[in-house]
């Protein structure tokens, strides 16, 4: 479960920071322990200024609250996590002091989740508890002496759980037991146990090390905040608000709907910018090849056509380089709307109660550059204490709003890229076929010309038709490169391949009212449950069908 804390982080999707280490530090080594953290946090701050940071702690005693009091002294976010219930929890604290401060700190974490009730033992809930903070952190900052663990579940099994993954059977709701581990950067500040004595850990207090997997870790962290980072500003420059959200039926309050709206307007304004450039490379390679085809076959002495060609084609390449490779629209609106998916899904599932993550079930086939994306669905669940702590929505309402809101779209979106994929398609054989036609009436003219004694075609004529050969030969390459880039035939097929599963969720909606209640309920959560699968699966496969075809200058 999950208790809606002091309130929402800032605007943005957060880097979530995990903490672990002793809970018995001597108080003289607080304070610098605490300097080192707020120090970590700083430094990410600087280097990801649009990110909101929580930090996510156990709430425990020693490690997790020098860590708490460090973020919230910088004014970041915490939010807690729980292995088990409160009051059982709270008999691991040894005063009464320690347990007041337990509540406070508890009351000003934007969120406290409670982990589902281990049945094998206090031990294993812990263990849980390191996975769950391991696997949902960008990066975990561990105040350890350094040494291996002396029983289940301590700092060190936790640091081991972000450098190589943690045990399949600790694995959360929905986790997919054949993906390789999520693995990611410790930041190990040196910290000895008090129990020790002053001889007993010869680590320099306050010493950070950067501890990872393979070398290449801390480059593939870089890129997740890069990523993210560059997401949030997109998302503070569009300004999205719910008015102008293509969803705009989402209309509660929660972080998870806000946060969706903020991702789908981001997705729809860089979407714009990458179909009108897009538009403006077709157009400038179509201007440019009339020029060339101009010049080499009618006005082979005019320098204005072959400037005019050498413009047009300095700017396709200007405008490429500028607007695809350089600030990367195209890249970004894919992101942006994988996201914007990946969170829809992710909205109706709280909504209805599901305890399942999309973050384990979306993008597993494209690990790697895209990990981004699952931390950002990690770190949205995790803050959207609005959907989480409030009151659920009954699943059957869910799921119908989820089916007729998916279906009116899939329905109008098929029908528009069944009409473009047609036009492109009338546009490149009728432009092949002109061309194919014009070559063929030169060639007879050429073979009457060349038996007749007088008259017969001019050079002039001959190359006229040569010209509007090749004007027709570029009109039908474009069309062709045009439908090609927006993939409007598997979009066109995508879209009615979906159109038939929602039909098949419809049939399913209507038989429930014959349905007893309890198979009522399960069938309600499998359906959430397929359809919201399919429609990850789906994006994934339409994400990777358009990175697989970069936008290059057609010309």
Request: proline letters at 4%.
């Amino acid at each position: 479960m999950a208790t809606p804390g002091a309130g929402p982080v800032r605007d943005g999707i957060p880097i979530v920071v995990g903490v672990t280490g002793h809970r018995d530090i001597s108080p003289e080594h607080e304070a610098q322990l605490e300097g080192r953290v707020r120090e970590a946090l700083d430094d990410l701050s600087a280097r990801c200024p649009s990110c909101p940071i929580v930090l996510l702690t156990g709430l425990a005693e020693g490690a997790d609250r020098i860590a708490a009091r460090a973020a919230l002294g910088a004014g970041h976010a915490i939010a807690g996590v729980l292995p088990m219930d409160r009051e059982e929890y709270e008999r691991d604290f040894a005063t009464e002091a320690s347990r007041a401060e337990f509540r406070e700190l508890s009351h000003q974490a934007v969120t406290v989740r409670t982990l589902p009730d281990r049945p094998d033992g206090r031990d294993a809930a812990y263990s849980a508890l390191g996975v769950d903070i391991a696997k949902r952190c960008t990066l975990l900052i561990a105040l350890w002496d350094g040494e291996e663990a002396g029983g289940q579940g301590g700092t060190a099994d936790v640091v081991g759980y972000k450098l190589k993954g943690g045990p399949v059977r600790l694995e959360g709701p929905g986790s997919q037991l054949l993906d390789p581990p999520e693995t990611g950067v410790v930041v190990h500040i040196a910290t000895p146990r008090a129990s020790d004595g002053p001889d007993g850990s010869t680590a320099r207090v306050g010493l950070v090390t950067i501890l990872a997997s393979d070398p290449d870790e801390p480059e593939r962290t870089h890129r997740k905040l890069r990523r993210l980072e560059q997401f949030n500003r997109d998302m503070a420059r569009t300004g999205a608000q719910p008015g102008r959200a293509a969803s705009a039926n989402v209309e509660r309050s929660g972080e998870g709907e806000r946060l969706f709206i903020g991702a789908d307007g981001v997705a729809n304004d860089l979407q714009a910018k990458s179909i009108r450039t897009l538009h403006a490379l077709v157009g400038f390679s179509f201007l440019g090849s009339i020029c060339f085809g101009l010049y080499s076959s009618l006005y082979q002495l005019n320098p204005y056509l072959l400037g005019a060609y050498l413009a047009f084609l300095l700017a396709s390449f200007v405008l490429w380089h500028v607007r695809i490779r350089r600030h990367e629209f195209e890249s970004r609106y894919l992101d942006a709307r994988a996201l914007s998916e990946g969170l829809r899904v992710q909205l109706y599932w709280r909504r209805a109660g599901l305890p399942d993550e999309p973050a384990e079930r979306y993008l597993r086939k494209q690990r790697g550059e895209l990990d981004w994306i699952r931390t950002a669905l990690r770190a949205v669940d995790l803050i959207d204490h609005g959907a989480r702590g409030g009151a659920r929505e009954e699943p059957e309402a869910v799921l119908r709003e989820w089916v007729a809101d998916q279906g009116g779209y899939f329905d109008r979106a098929g029908a528009r890229s069944e009409r473009a994929a047609r036009r492109a398609s009338v546009l490149t054989r009728g432009a092949y076929t002109a061309a194919l036609g014009m070559s063929t009436l030169l060639f007879g003219a050429l073979v009457i010309s060349a038996l007749a004694v007088k008259g017969g075609l001019t050079e002039a004529m001959a190359n006229t038709v040569l010209a509007s050969v090749a004007i027709f030969l570029v009109v039908g390459v474009l069309a062709q490169f045009y439908a090609t880039r927006r993939v409007l035939g598997e979009h066109a097929k995508r879209y009615a391949r979906m159109r038939l599963l929602l039909d098949g969720a419809e049939r399913a909606v209507a038989e429930l009212e014959r349905a007893a209640p309890a198979v009522r309920r399960d069938l309600v959560r499998r359906l959430l449950l397929e359809l919201g699968s399919e429609s990850l699966g789906e994006n994934a496969d339409w994400l990777m069908l358009h990175r697989e075809r970069p936008t290059e200058v057609a010309l």
